[in-house]
């Protein structure tokens, strides 16, 4: 026996309770997923698209049959997802036996036993677009009722898949930055240690650094790691 759908406030409290700093983007691209399949009374497949450049990818699915429509759409390069993505609107395929927009996804979708379907943008940033789909085996699965329920749910989706992204652009940026800092660290060190072997100054010393890179095609942070390494193993005067 099915179990009863969750409560779309429900579904809308879990998601405003998921911990960005201890959930993987990933993770929370699923839940977006399943939460949506959870909401409907009608029995339902659901995916997650995001759009990077043009091209789209299921970051997230319920079921292999979503996958399928989805990745249907990004072979041909055109459907309700990649439309719905692009534009942050709803695309509803009522009845997809007489949809004609998408002639090569509905003959897939024919074949694979779906009768309706629904694409719900999700504006993240300029960079990253996406959309919440939601596929139907019987004609005419989504009525006002429900796709308002959708529409909420999408909103709420939206916000969570944003800050979520925006949670993994800033952990990936500070990571860089992070980098960044031990690269310059270092290169200040190997430049003292040059400094005080050849009595020259900073930027002679940057030179030397830079000279040496170019002659052994490694970075300058590589070139300036080994000789800090060198000048560690060197036993101490006495």
């Known amino acids: 026996m099915a179990s009863p759908p969750t409560d779309p406030a429900d579904a809308f409290a879990e998601l405003g309770r998921i911990k960005l700093g201890e959930v993987a983007l990933d993770d929370v691209l699923q839940r977006i997923a399943e939460l949506a399949k959870r909401v409907l009374s009608t029995?339902?497949?659901?995916?997650?698209?995001?759009?990077?450049?043009?091209?789209?990818?299921?970051?997230?699915?319920?079921?292999?049959?979503?996958?399928?429509?989805?990745?249907?759409?990004?072979?041909?390069?055109?459907?309700?997802?990649?439309?719905?993505?692009?534009?942050?609107?709803?695309?509803?395929?009522?009845?997809?036996?007489?949809?004609?927009?998408?002639?090569?996804?509905t003959e897939r979708g024919l074949k694979t036993g779906v009768g309706s379907s629904v694409s719900v943008g999700l504006p993240i940033q300029e960079a990253v677009v996406g959309a919440l789909n939601v596929y139907a085996r019987t004609p005419h699965a989504f009525d006002d009722d429900t796709i308002t329920v959708l529409q909420t749910f999408a909103a709420y989706a939206a916000v969570a898949l944003a800050n979520a992204h925006l949670y993994d652009s800033t952990a990936t940026l500070a990571h860089q930055m992070q980098e960044a800092m031990a690269s310059r660290a270092v290169i200040e060190q190997a430049k003292g240690i040059i400094m005080a072997e050849r009595r020259c100054t900073a930027d002679e010393a940057f030179a030397i650094l830079s000279k040496v890179s170019q002659d052994s095609n490694r970075k300058v942070r590589d070139v300036a790691q080994a000789l800090v390494d060198q000048a560690a193993r060197k036993p101490s005067e006495s």
Do not use: N
């Open 43 to 105: 029995p339902v497949e659901v995916s997650v698209t995001l759009v990077r450049g043009g091209t789209g990818h299921t970051a997230a699915f319920t079921d292999d049959l979503a996958l399928d429509m989805d990745e249907r759409q990004y072979a041909q390069g055109t459907g309700p997802c990649l439309d719905a993505a692009a534009s942050g609107d709803l695309m509803s395929v009522p009845d997809l036996p007489a949809e004609d927009r998408w002639p090569d996804w």
